[in-house]
């Protein structure tokens, strides 16, 4: 069995998993490298980086003021519905470097399909209610490769 269809769903604002060649990127918190329109239908544009400062006064080609793309504190979570359905399709979910405190995607492991294997991957303890999850108390970098081996000998 090959795994090659993986998605990241992730808390950062920055564009460093992009950077890392990530393609398949849910930020649930938004995207510094983007502002959107303050007016209906909250359009988002990219920011160059030559230019990734907003003032107040930029505005968008509809004439309505940007801000930068970020869900701020008791604002909606846009993403949240499309991170909810890759999560209940998976076949195996990760989870890296999290308290699972940060609501709502710490509740992303509520759609996990029963039986799907969990693994998450922290040096701390973690508090998760669920029977099916390994724990790989290292940091990211070294339970990634941990986890590699648990994958290799479990699914080739």
């Known amino acids: 069995m090959i795994f090659n269809i993986y998605h990241i769903i992730t808390q950062n604002v920055d564009n460093l998993h992009e950077k890392a060649g990530s393609s398949r990127v849910i930020h649930l918190h938004g995207e510094l490298m983007k502002v959107c329109s303050t007016g209906p239908g ?36 846009p993403e949240i519905e499309k991170a909810i359905n890759l999560v209940s399709q998976a076949d195996i979910f990760i989870i890296i470097g999290t308290s699972m405190q940060v609501y709502p995607a710490a509740g992303l ?15 701390k303890e973690v508090m998760v209610n669920t029977s099916n999850t390994t724990f790989i108390k290292k940091g990211a970098s070294e339970g990634i490769k941990e986890l590699v081996q648990i994958l290799k000998n479990t699914y080739l």
């Open 42 to 77: 909250h359009e988002v544009y990219e920011l160059s980086s030559e230019n990734i400062e907003i003032h107040v006064g930029d505005k968008c080609p509809k004439g309505y003021q940007l801000r930068p793309h970020v869900v701020w504190f008791g604002e909606p979570v």
């Open 109 to 123: 492991i509520r759609y996990v399909k029963p039986g799907t294997p969990i693994y998450l991957i922290d040096p």
